[in-house]
C-alpha cells in the first residue's frame, strides 16, 4: 500500500526557478526518502532525513520534515531542465522497517 | 563498485503465459532485495522483498512468486500471466540492514496481451 501522498501530482516551472512538493504519510516513521526517476528508467535516491532531524541540504536540494504533522517536503532551487523528472518520497515505518512505501509522485517539468 | 542488472528491459508475453525476471547485484554481500511494480504514471507497490537467501516476504497476494537461489540472485515468476499483471517492474537493492537507501535496476516493462 502507498503510505506516501506527494502534492502537486504535476509541476510546471521556468528554468531558474525554485520547485517545491510535499508528502504526506500516515504512520510513524524511522525515515523518509525522496527518489527522482526519468521517464521509463529506475529510481535514483536522492536524499534521507530521519525521523530525528528536521531539515537536510543536499547540493541544491533541501528537504524537511515535520513528524508531528507527518509532512516532509523536498525544495529544488535554481531548476535546470535536467531536472525534470517525477520525484517520489519513500517511507520507512516504524512497524517494518525493511519496507519502503512509495508515493504516487510529482511529476515535474522545466521549461527553458 | 556494485552495479544491479535487470533484464529483459521490455517483455510482451500472451495471457497465461510463464515468466521469469531476474535481477543480479554485484558487488555487494548479503543485501537486501526488492520486487517492486509500478503502473503507469503511478507510485511504486511493493511485491517482495528478501534480506537472505531462501527468505522472501510477500506484500501483494497475487499469482507472482518470487525466490532468491543465491545470495545476490532475486527471481520473479509467474506460472500464467493475467492481463492485470502488466507494468514496469523494478528490482532494487540495499545494504544489509533496516531502513537503508535503495538503489534500482533499469527495469522491466512488461505488457501481457
Known amino acids: 500500500s502507498q503510505q506516501g501522498e506527494e502534492d502537486p501530482q504535476a509541476l510546471s516551472i521556468q528554468e531558474g526557478e525554485n520547485a517545491t512538493m510535499n508528502c504526506s504519510y500516515k504512520?510513524?516513521?524511522?525515515?523518509l526518502q525522496w527518489y527522482r526517476q526519468n521517464s521509463g528508467r529506475g529510481l535514483v535516491h536522492l536524499i534521507l532525513?530521519?525521523?530525528?532531524?528536521r531539515e537536510k541540504h543536499s547540493g541544491r536540494l533541501r528537504v524537511t520534515l515535520d513528524t508531528s504533522k507527518k509532512s516532509s517536503s523536498l525544495l529544488i532551487t535554481a531548476s535546470r531542465a535536467a531536472d525534470t523528472a517525477s520525484y517520489f518520497c519513500a517511507t520507512v515505518p516504524l512497524s517494518n522497517d525493511y519496507k519502503l512505501s512509495f508515493g504516487a509522485g510529482t511529476t515535474v517539468t522545466v521549461r527553458a | 563498485s556494485q552495479t544491479i542488472h535487470q533484464w529483459p528491459a521490455t517483455l510482451v508475453q500472451p495471457v497465461g503465459s510463464p515468466l521469469s525476471l531476474e535481477c543480479t547485484v554485484e558487488g555487494t554481500s548479503n543485501p537486501n532485495l526488492y520486487w517492486y511494480r509500478q503502473a503507469a504514471g503511478r507510485g511504486l507497490q511493493l511485491l517482495f522483498y528478501?534480506?537472505?537467501?531462501?527468505?522472501i516476504s510477500s506484500e501483494v497476494p497475487q499469482n507472482l512468486s518470487a525466490s532468491r537461489p543465491q545470495d545476490r540472485q532475486f527471481i520473479l515468476s509467474s506460472k500464467k500471466l493475467l492481463l492485470s499483471d502488466s507494468g514496469f517492474y523494478l528490482c532494487?537493492?540495499?545494504?544489509?540492514?533496516?531502513?537503508?537507501?535503495?538503489?534500482f535496476g533499469s527495469g522491466t516493462q512488461l505488457s501481457v496481451l
Open positions: 504512520t510513524s516513521i524511522n525515515n
Open positions: 528478501s534480506v537472505g537467501i531462501g527468505q
Open positions: 532525513i530521519r525521523s530525528n532531524e
Open positions: 532494487a537493492w540495499s545494504v544489509q540492514g533496516a531502513g537503508e537507501k535503495l538503489f
